[in-house]
Structures are given as structure tokens and as C-alpha cells.
């Protein structure tokens, strides 16, 4: 019997340090996600020397995926890449099913992901528009836990992870 309750204390002393754990482990696979979602939307602008638009997207479940219509800084509703040969950064259409390169769906809703805009245009040398560029935030429930991050995209199209509150310079 004594051996029992100190296992089930052992146990009740650990699960708050798991619960860490698995937060941790998906605020980090969260901000990959986000992170190979901007670098395969910059590789496709160079490898197709086309501009490509990567962009929040609320339907991302429909058939025919668009960016949200209004200026959306929520990128944790889910995102989408499309080909953009007309190089238009002001798009405000759905993309054709054949230029549609990625779609991400929506975050676990415990966590967050914000940044400048909604949009982020590459054109065909895989380089953001300076308004692009900048630092967006992926956080687990409001909070200002350890295991928040911040992710700098670079003027030259390239992400980087920091400590969450870190300016991005």
C-alpha cells in the first residue's frame, strides 16, 4: 500500500512537468509548420520564377481555399501558397486549383499565431515585400510561457526562431 501512494505522488509531481512537455513539443511543431510553409512558398517563387502568395485562410476545408477577405493577422486559422502569375499582391480572389501549392488547416485552438498581415507576397527571386517582413508570435493560450516563440521573417525571405517577445531585427 505504501508502495502505491508514493508512485501515485510520484505521479501527480510529473504530470504538470508532461503537460509542459506536450505544449512544448506543439508550440515547436506549430512554429516548423509555419516555418516550412514560408520556405516552400519562397522555394516555389524561385524555382518557378513566378511570385507566389502565401495568406490566411478561413476555408481552408473548402474546395476551393481563398485568402480571408479582410486584412487578417490570425494565421492560426490556417493558411494557403498559391502560384500568383500575375504577380498581383492585392489578391482578392481564390487561386486556380492548379496554381494552389499548399494548404495548412487551422491550429490546435489552445494556441495562437499572429503577424504583420495576412499576406506574404514573394516575388519570382524569392524575396518578401518590406511590409512582409517582421516578427509573428505563436503562443499557447495567452500565456507567456517558456515554450512561446517568435518567428523573424528576414527581408531576404528567411525564418528565423527566437525567444517569444524577441524583436526581430
Not at 512558398?41 to 476545408?61: I, K
Not at 480572389?93 to 487551422?106: E, I, Q
Request: hydrophobic share 40%.
Amino acid at each position: 500500500m505504501v508502495t502505491i501512494a508514493i508512485a501515485a505522488i510520484l505521479a501527480m509531481m510529473a504530470a504538470p512537468s508532461m503537460k509542459d512537455v506536450i505544449i512544448s513539443n506543439r508550440t515547436s511543431a506549430s512554429s516548423n509548420e509555419f516555418m516550412g510553409s514560408v520556405l516552400r512558398a519562397r522555394t516555389e517563387a524561385v524555382s518557378r520564377n513566378s511570385c507566389v502568395t502565401m495568406c490566411v485562410s478561413d476555408n481552408t476545408g473548402s474546395a476551393t481555399p481563398s485568402c480571408a477577405k479582410s486584412p487578417e493577422t490570425a494565421w492560426g486559422k490556417g493558411w494557403i501558397a498559391f502560384r500568383n502569375p500575375e504577380c498581383d499582391a492585392a489578391v482578392e480572389k481564390a487561386p486556380a486549383s492548379d496554381d494552389l501549392l499548399l494548404v495548412t488547416h487551422a491550429l490546435n485552438t489552445d494556441y495562437s499565431l499572429t503577424g504583420p498581415g495576412g499576406l506574404i507576397f514573394f516575388s519570382a527571386t524569392g524575396l518578401p515585400r518590406p511590409v512582409d517582413v517582421g516578427s509573428f508570435q505563436i503562443r499557447y493560450q495567452e500565456s507567456t510561457r517558456s515554450s512561446n516563440r517568435t518567428i523573424c521573417l528576414s527581408p531576404l525571405g528567411r525564418t528565423l526562431t527566437k525567444a517569444y517577445g524577441a524583436t526581430c531585427e
